[in-house]
């Protein structure tokens, strides 16, 4: 339990991390989350209950975005458990196969402009003409990411806590980002806050 704690900390942290870069590199969708955030909450000393995060659309976006941009695993293995016949080849049972995650995020005709960062890609009407599987940051079915509902709630939380205080700059680009296996900047990250 301890383990699966930590991990589900440290890759939420660094998931809050490339969130706050990615907003201190898109000012503007900075402002609209804090207005967001503004109108829902209105008294800036109440705390967030979880009828407020689903209030928050636009936050929920934008966290969704942030994690199709910069995603947490680059990719997941599964096992195949029966034949499947695809147009070139077949897929054997018992064989193994590799989901890039990260690239499946990077897809151009899922995701037009993928180097954009746009939260609106993530709002009901887009969604609906997106396949659920097109975009899997905690995996999907029944192997799923067991910390995923925490992670999320985190995500959002510690934003609202954070942008109610402070607008987040930074000089590091999100095009300047080199990644480590769990997609952590090799060379830190200064934030201004």
């Keep these: 339990m301890k383990t699966m704690v930590a991990a589900a900390a440290s890759t939420s942290v660094e998931a809050l991390q490339l969130l706050l870069v990615s907003l201190a590199n898109h000012p503007e969708i900075q402002a609209k989350v804090l207005a967001e955030i503004q109108d829902v909450l209105r ?9 407020d995060l689903n209030s928050l659309t ?7 975005e942030s994690l199709r941009v ?3 695993i680059v990719m997941i293995l599964r096992q195949v458990t029966k034949d499947i016949n695809l147009t070139s080849c077949t897929l054997p049972a018992g064989g193994r196969i ?4 990260h690239a499946m995020g990077w897809n151009p005709d899922l995701f037009p402009d993928p ?3 746009r939260p609106e890609r993530f709002s009901p009407e887009n969604l609906k003409n997106r396949h659920n599987s097109a975009f899997l940051p905690f995996s999907g079915g ?3 990411c067991i910390g995923k509902t925490f992670a999320l709630a985190f995500l959002k939380i510690a934003l609202v806590h954070i942008l109610r205080r402070f607008r987040v700059r930074s000089e590091v680009r999100l095009e300047d980002i080199q990644y480590e296996v769990t997609k952590v900047n090799k060379s830190g990250v200064l934030l201004c806050l």
């Design 43 to 51: 008294d800036p000393q109440r705390d967030v209950t979880t009828e």
């Design 58 to 64: 636009y936050l929920g976006q934008t966290v969704q």
């Design 70 to 72: 910069h995603g947490g």
């Design 98 to 101: 590799m989901i890039p995650l």
């Design 115 to 117: 180097s954009q960062f």
């Design 142 to 144: 029944s192997r799923n």
